[in-house]
């Protein structure tokens, strides 16, 4: 064990104005593992540029996602806060990790080849190596557990792979990391095509809830939800759209989905999809407002971001220095 405790690990990409999706599915379980677990919770820019990002838009999103993250209730005394690319360790170990990582393993990934279909002008092999770069994020943190949403869970069962193959050669190297997955709100899905998964790089503004969006915008994005002819708020196989708003007000309210259709017998659609975006705004409303406190103070917010990259960096150091000795690099 690296830490006194058992380590969490998690990360969100700074690619877009962060989704009710990242909240429910990632950012709001955080703060849960603080008390038992020693938690590192990472801004991942390296990941952000797999897709090519605006340099100015890129750096504002970092200050942007960490202060989301202490408004949405994680402490930067009780968490290591930190950015990705400020820990070099990361790159290393992904490189190391990229030559225990099978090309077939990495081309089976659903993220790359749903990625590589919409970025078709620009597949880079950091796109495709994407999840060695995940999988030393999280094994340089021994880490026994990562909180994720499902999209992310193909990329944990990965990491094991290769934690599991590395052990073989090398043991007791790695912590083997289980995936930790919310029963509900594991998958938000687009508000305009309810099959699909809601992303922050979304280009439609209308498929997406996003953090920072006021309440009347939340509202209406709710309001124009794609949902099924029917008229009943009841979930069902054909009905991905209902289903997807039951889950977020299910979400929002801590309601099971069985109450939240009792709640709402006899109420048409509209009514219910106002309620919705109203669930959501009163949730949200305060991180808001403690985000933008946040945010007004950048030199709080570096404050935080080299505390926790001094801390992060004493811990991979002491995973890596291992890997270092144990594939045969000469360590001075
Ligand atoms: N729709 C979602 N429902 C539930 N959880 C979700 N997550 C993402 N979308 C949903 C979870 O949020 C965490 C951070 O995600 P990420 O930033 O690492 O990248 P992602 O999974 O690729 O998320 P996006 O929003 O779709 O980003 P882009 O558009 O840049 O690719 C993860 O735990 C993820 O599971």
Redesign the pocket.
Known sequence: MLADRPVSF????P??NL?I??Y???IKNFPEFSEKYKCFYCV?DE?AIT?RQIPAELRRRTYETLALYIACGLDPEKNTLYVQSHVPAHAELAWILNCFTMFGELSRMT?FKDKSAKHADNINAGLFTYPSLMAADILLYQTDVVP?????KQHVELTRDIAERFNQIFPDTFTVPEPIIPQS????MSLAEPEK??????ENENAVVRILDDKDTMIRKFRRAVTDSGNEIRRGEDKPGINNLITIYSCFTGKTAEEVEREFDGVGYGEFKTAVGNACAEKIMPVQEEYRRLLADKGYLEEVMKKGADEAAYYARKTLSKVRRKIGFVNL
């Open positions: 998690s990360g969100v990409q690619s877009g989704t999706g990242n429910l599915g990632a991942v990941h897709v993220q994720i949403g499902s999209d992310q709100g594991a998958r938000i998964k809601m992303s922050k790089s979304d």
